[in-house]
């Protein structure tokens, strides 16, 4: 069992950064790959970005190539999310999840926590 806790989220101007963190409560969570979504209002959750165990490469939703970067600390059992140039179209709950493989697909995450809201004022 992992349990996930995000933090960082809040309320900023568009073109500003936030940076979320992910922290697990176990240390085999080293062994999860961990990916980040988001839901806004009325929508389906999507996916963000995910990074395997060993932090090779990650991979990114096109929409926020170039301005969010995910990485990760194993011995401090965290995953962040680094966002910059933000936009009002970020507006959104954001969720970290652990899964055993690197996948953009949300069932296959089968731990989540639960989540923070991340709000961009125009």
């Known amino acids: 069992q992992v349990q996930l806790v995000e933090s960082g989220g809040g309320l900023v101007q568009a073109g500003g950064s936030l940076r979320l963190s992910c922290a697990a409560s176990?240390?085999?969570?080293?062994?999860?790959?961990v990916g980040w979504f988001r839901q806004a209002p009325g929508k389906e959750r999507e996916f963000v970005a995910a990074?395997?165990?060993?932090?090779?490469?990650?991979t990114y939703a096109e929409s926020i190539k170039g301005r969010f970067t995910i990485s990760r600390d194993n011995p401090k059992n965290t995953v962040y999310l680094q966002m910059n140039s933000l936009e009002p179209e970020d507006t959104a709950v954001y969720y970290c999840?652990?899964?055993?493989?690197?996948?953009?697909?949300?069932?296959?995450?089968?731990?989540w926590g639960r989540g923070t809201q991340v709000t961009v004022s125009s």
């Open positions: 990074i395997t165990w060993g932090g090779g490469t990650p």
């Open positions: 176990t240390r085999t969570f080293i062994n999860y790959a």
């Open positions: 999840a652990a899964s055993r493989g690197l996948t953009r697909i949300v069932s296959n995450y089968a731990y």
